[in-house]
C-alpha cells in the first residue's frame, strides 16, 4: 500500500516523500488505519519491521490536524532502552520537519545533572511529545516536575523488552498518572501470557494487529561449528586470524560473558568494544559511536543490542551462545544483511545448546549449514540423535520396560547393597471386592 493512501496529513506525507518512504510495510498498513480512527491497538511483529512508523506518523498527524491542547504533553512514548528511545526521537525529528507547535523531547537515565535540567526546561516549554525510560520518567513524576494530565495518546514500544527487565510495576504507576480517556497503543515482539495480562490492564476494546514471526532475510548466510564450551573462544581467535574482522557483532548470554569476552580479545589484539548495561549512557553512546564510525570492529554485547538498534552495513554475527528462543535468534542474526544487503550468521553451539539450536532449526524449517572445527582447536563433541537421545533417557533408577507398560515401582537398595522391590508378589495380593482378578 502507498502512504497516500492513507488518511495522513500533508506535511506527514512531504516529509516521507524526502526520505523517500513510498510503501507501507504490513504492520503500517494494518496499524494506521485504527490508530488514525482513534481506536486502541496492540500489535505485534519483529524489530525491523517498520512498528515506529506505524505509531509516529498517525500521531504526529492528528496532532498537526488540531484539536489538542497547546503547550502541553500531548502524547508519552515509553521505551526499554536509551538507545531505543534516541532512535525514536531520531524518527520523530526526520518524520515532523514540516510540522510546527509539535517538539519532543528525550528522556532517560545514566546522565549528568546537566541533561536533567534540560528535559525539565523541555517539560516547561511545552514539548508536545515525550520519549522516556521508565525509570527516568519516574523520577520526574516523584519530583513533580511533569504534568502528564493532558495526555491524550500513550504508546508501549517493545513492551515484552520491558518486562523482561522488570518495568511491569513502572509501567503501571506511570499509567495511573494518566487520563482514563486515552488512546493507548502497544507494539511488541512477542506475545507472553505478561503482555496479554498488561494488554487487559491498560487497553479498552483494543484492534490487534499479529504478524507472524518473519524468516531470517535470504541474503543472510547462516552456519554453525559443533564445538565444545571450551573451544568457543579458539573458534573465534582462529576464525579472526583466517579473515580480518569488520563491522562484526558477538552475542553472548551474560553480561559477565561479555566482559570476559571482550578482555580475551584485547588481549589477542583484536579492535574490539563492549556493550552492556554496566556501562554508563556516555560510555554506550561513546561505544556505538566508535563502532558505527568504524574506529572498533567487533562489538561484543549482550541482547541490548538485538532489539530497536539499527546499525547499518554489519558484515557478521556470531552467537557465541545459542539464544534460548528462536525469536531471539531471528532478532539478533537479523542486525546484518539489513536493507536488501548481505551478511553472515555463525552460531557456536555447545553439546548443551544443542536442544536449544535444534528448535531453532525447526522454527526455521531447515538445517543450518555445519562448518567444521577450524584446524588445531581438536575434535568436536558428540551431539545430534545421540544427544537427543541422552536428553530422553529415563532417570536413573527406574526400569525401563516397566515404565513403558504403566508400573511406577521403584527398586530400593538393601543395607547389603542387594536390592528389594516395594511391590508386593502377586500371590500376596489381597483381591478387591468388584474387580475382576487377573486371569
Known amino acids: 500500500m502507498d502512504f497516500y493512501d492513507l488518511d495522513l496529513n500533508d506535511a506527514v506525507l512531504d516529509a516521507l516523500d524526502d526520505m523517500r518512504f513510498t510503501e507501507t510495510t504490513p504492520i503500517q498498513e494494518h496499524s494506521i488505519p485504527p490508530i488514525l480512527a482513534g481506536r486502541d491497538l496492540i500489535g505485534v511483529a519483529q524489530t525491523g519491521t517498520g512498528k515506529t512508523a506505524a505509531y509516529l506518523l498517525p500521531i504526529l498527524s492528528m496532532l498537526s490536524d488540531g484539536g489538542y491542547p497547546d503547550d502541553v504533553i500531548n502524547c508519552v512514548i515509553m521505551s526499554p532502552t536509551r538507545e531505543l528511545a534516541q532512535q525514536i526521537d531520531q524518527a520523530m525529528q526526520g518524520?515532523?520537519?514540516?510540522?510546527?507547535?509539535?517538539?519532543?523531547?528525550?528522556?532517560?537515565?545514566?546522565?549528568?545533572?546537566?541533561?536533567?535540567?534540560?528535559?525539565?526546561?523541555?517539560?516547561?516549554?511545552?514539548?508536545?511529545?515525550?520519549?522516556?525510560?521508565?525509570?527516568?520518567?519516574?523520577?520526574?513524576?516523584?519530583?513533580?516536575?511533569?504534568?502528564?494530565?493532558?495526555?491524550?495518546?500513550?504508546?508501549?514500544?517493545?513492551?515484552?523488552?520491558?518486562?523482561?527487565?522488570?518495568?511491569?510495576?513502572?509501567?503501571?504507576?506511570?499509567?495511573?498518572?494518566l487520563p482514563r480517556e486515552r488512546q493507548t497503543i502497544m507494539f511488541s515482539a512477542t506475545m507472553p501470557d505478561r503482555i496479554v495480562e498488561l494488554a487487559k490492564n491498560i487497553l479498552h476494546n483494543?484492534?490487534?494487529?499479529?504478524?507472524?514471526?518473519?524468516?531470517?532475510?535470504?541474503?543472510?548466510?547462516?552456519?554453525?561449528?559443533?564445538?565444545?564450551?571450551?573451544?568457543?573462544?579458539?573458534?573465534?581467535?582462529?576464525?579472526?586470524?583466517?579473515?580480518?574482522?569488520?563491522?562484526?557483532?558477538?552475542?553472548?548470554?551474560?553480561?559477565?560473558k561479555v566482559k570476559d569476552l571482550n578482555i580475551t580479545l584485547v588481549r589477542a589484539g583484536v579492535s574490539v568494544a563492549a556493550m552492556h548495561s554496566d556501562l554508563s549512557q556516555a560510555e554506550r553512546d561513546q561505544v556505538m559511536y566508535k563502532f558505527k564510525s568504524g574506529q572498533v570492529a567487533v562489538l561484543v554485547a549482550t541482547d541490548i543490542v538485538a532489539r530497536g538498534i539499527d546499525i547499518d552495513d554489519v558484515q557478521m554475527v556470531i552467537n557465541f551462545d545459542v539464544p534460548r528462543d528462536a525469536e531471539d535468534y531471528v532478532h539478533r542474526v537479523g542486525r546484518t544483511a539489513r536493507a536488501g544487503a548481505e551478511g553472515t550468521a555463525l552460531t557456536l553451539v555447545s553439546d548443551k545448546d544443542y536442544p536449544d539450536f535444534r528448535k531453532i532449526e525447526k522454527f526455521l524449517g531447515s538445517e543450518i549449514e555445519k562448518r567444521p572445527l577450524p584446524d588445531g582447536v581438536g575434535e568436536p563433541p558428540k551431539v545430534g540423535r545421540q544427544a537427543e537421545r541422552r536428553s530422553h533417557r529415563p532417570r536413573r533408577g527406574t526400569d525401563r520396560r516397566q515404565r513403558s507398560r504403566g508400573r511406577h515401582s521403584i527398586d530400593a537398595k538393601k543395607t547389603d547393597g542387594t536390592t528389594r522391590s516395594h511391590r508386593r508378589p502377586r500371590g500376596d495380593r489381597p483381591k478387591r471386592e468388584g474387580k475382576k482378578t487377573d486371569k
Open 206 to 256: 483494543p484492534v490487534q494487529v499479529r504478524l507472524a514471526v518473519s524468516r531470517p532475510a535470504d541474503g543472510i548466510h547462516q552456519s554453525a561449528i559443533i564445538c565444545h564450551e571450551a573451544q568457543k573462544l579458539k573458534v573465534i581467535k582462529a576464525l579472526f586470524q583466517d579473515i580480518k574482522p569488520h563491522r562484526v557483532i558477538i552475542f553472548a548470554g551474560s553480561k559477565l
Open 95 to 177: 518524520f515532523s520537519y514540516y510540522l510546527t507547535g509539535i517538539s519532543s523531547v528525550a528522556v532517560y537515565g545514566g546522565n549528568d545533572g546537566i541533561r536533567y535540567e534540560q528535559e525539565k526546561r523541555g517539560f516547561d516549554s511545552g514539548a508536545s511529545i515525550i520519549i522516556a525510560t521508565p525509570g527516568r520518567l519516574i523520577s520526574h513524576i516523584s519530583l513533580g516536575n511533569i504534568d502528564l494530565s493532558h495526555v491524550s495518546f500513550f504508546i508501549l514500544d517493545e513492551a515484552d523488552r520491558m518486562l523482561d527487565m522488570g518495568f511491569y510495576d513502572d509501567i503501571m504507576q506511570i499509567e495511573r498518572q
